[in-house]
């Protein structure tokens, strides 16, 4: 196959999946153009004495590997169209990063590529605090827990976290504060306000600057669908503020809903999408 990622690398202990979008396959000698998504999993990383060989999107790759169909392991939930609707039809599997050819040319969106970037900066500054342990999951009194966490918290990498500190948050209580949606948002545009106030810029200055840190926060957290639907709702807000006009909590949370599906036709079976929606009605 021939491709390039379409979105950052997820990484699960010692295993990563890769998401690409494929633009051709070879078979039996022959090579056809195609599009769509397939997801490959990495079983072992990178072998030990080998420089890690870094992947994030844009990047365009080669791989010979063998593609099949997802299969629905469980009656109760259709794990084929689970993937479907994300536009992942094949899946793959690689022992090492090794059998991965990357080449020097980048595709995607370049605004993208510099948002993932951006992504990827932060993620190695947490991770300067806290290397990675060899063993995984981490110990219990390993700071790297703490890094987990956080990531989770601000850049929404909530595929980091181990079984262990996912069932301590939910037994707790407190699990949706690893769920990146509308109070860290909040927390976000009122530390803004309070900077640009301190410089002494206007409202309504404070309203577009704030509006498109917001959108540039969504696309570091990978735009999902909690945190669109907060940043398109505050969006909405300054709008009509610019406008000289009352924003209206229902209409504007309508809107939002609309232009989420109008973007993301299949937001609509999204259970992210249905719980955040529903809890802010």
């Not at 090579?31 to 999107?57: C, N, Q, S, V």
């Not at 063998?66 to 392991?73: A, D, E, F, S, V």
């Not at 669908?225 to 398109?232: A, D, E, G, K, M």
């Amino acid at each position: 196959i021939e491709g390039y990622l379409c979105k950052p690398p997820e990484t699960f202990g010692k295993r990563k999946m890769l998401y690409i979008e494929t633009t051709a396959i070879e078979t039996a000698g022959q090579r056809y153009e195609m599009t769509g998504r397939i997801r490959i999993a990495l079983m072992e990383g990178t072998p030990p004495g080998f420089p890690d060989k870094p992947l994030e999107y844009g990047d365009v790759i080669r791989a010979r590997l063998l593609l099949k169909t997802p299969q629905n392991r469980d009656e109760a939930f259709d794990y084929q169209a689970f993937l479907q609707r994300r536009g992942i039809y094949f899946l793959g599997a690689l022992q090492t990063d090794r059998n991965i050819l990357k080449l020097p040319e980048k595709r995607g969106n370049a605004l993208l590529r510099w948002l993932y970037g951006l992504q990827t900066m932060m993620r190695d500054v947490l991770d300067r605090h806290a290397p990675y342990e060899p063993v995984f999951p981490p110990p219990l009194d390993s700071p790297r827990r703490a890094v987990q966490v956080i990531q989770a918290m601000t850049l929404g990498t909530g595929y980091v976290l181990t079984d262990d500190i996912r069932q301590t948050f939910r037994n707790s209580g407190m699990y949706h504060i690893l769920v990146i949606s509308g109070i860290h948002i909040v927390i976000l545009a009122w530390g803004g306000h309070l900077l640009l106030t301190w410089a002494g810029r206007t409202f309504r200055f404070r309203g577009a600057i704030i509006s498109g840190l917001l959108l540039a926060y969504a696309g570091v957290t990978g735009f999902q669908y909690p945190v669109l639907r907060s940043v398109i709702s505050a969006i909405v807000f300054y709008t009509s503020i610019l406008c000289n006009r009352a924003a209206d909590s229902l209409y504007s949370l309508c809107f939002t809903i609309g232009l989420i599906v109008f973007i993301f036709p299949n937001a609509l079976f999204e259970v992210r999408l249905l719980l955040t929606v529903a809890a802010t009605a």
